[in-house]
């Protein structure tokens, strides 16, 4: 079993910057694929960013990349997603999840991912 929460979340002007953390206890998660995602009221969850196992490359979807950095601390068994030039329509509640079994190919895939946080609300309005 793993337990995440996330937490970082927040109202935030156009243009500006969070961060979110995921923190994760029961496993060491770093083994593991680990993901963002966000779902905005009446859309589909989407993904936004995710690590894969220990294998160095960051992941990302092509509305987020080149604003959002996600990273993790092995050693904190957290993960964190980095957002500036925030946008209106990022406007979502942010997820991030994990799973042990996880294989590259369904990274970018919600319902292949078994453990997930209670979510963080991200609001992008002036």
């Known amino acids: 079993q793993v337990q995440l929460v996330e937490t970082g979340g927040g109202l935030v002007q156009p243009g500006g910057s969070l961060q979110l953390s995921c923190a994760a206890s029961?496993?060491?998660?770093?083994?593991?694929?680990r993901g963002w995602f966000r779902q905005a009221p009446g859309k589909e969850r989407e993904f936004v960013a995710a690590?894969?196992?220990?294998?160095?490359?960051?992941y990302y979807s092509d509305s987020v990349k080149g604003r959002f950095t996600i990273s993790a601390d092995n050693a904190k068994n957290t993960m964190y997603l980095q957002m500036n030039g925030l946008k209106p329509e990022d406007t979502a509640v942010y997820y991030c999840?994990?799973?042990?079994?996880?294989?590259?190919?369904?990274?970018?895939?919600?319902?292949?991912?078994?453990?997930w946080g209670q979510g963080t609300q991200v609001t992008v309005s002036s």
């Open positions: 029961g496993r060491t998660f770093s083994r593991f694929a």
């Open positions: 999840a994990t799973d042990p079994g996880l294989i590259l190919s369904d990274l970018r895939r919600h319902t292949a991912y078994d453990y």
């Open positions: 690590l894969f196992r220990n294998n160095g490359r960051n």
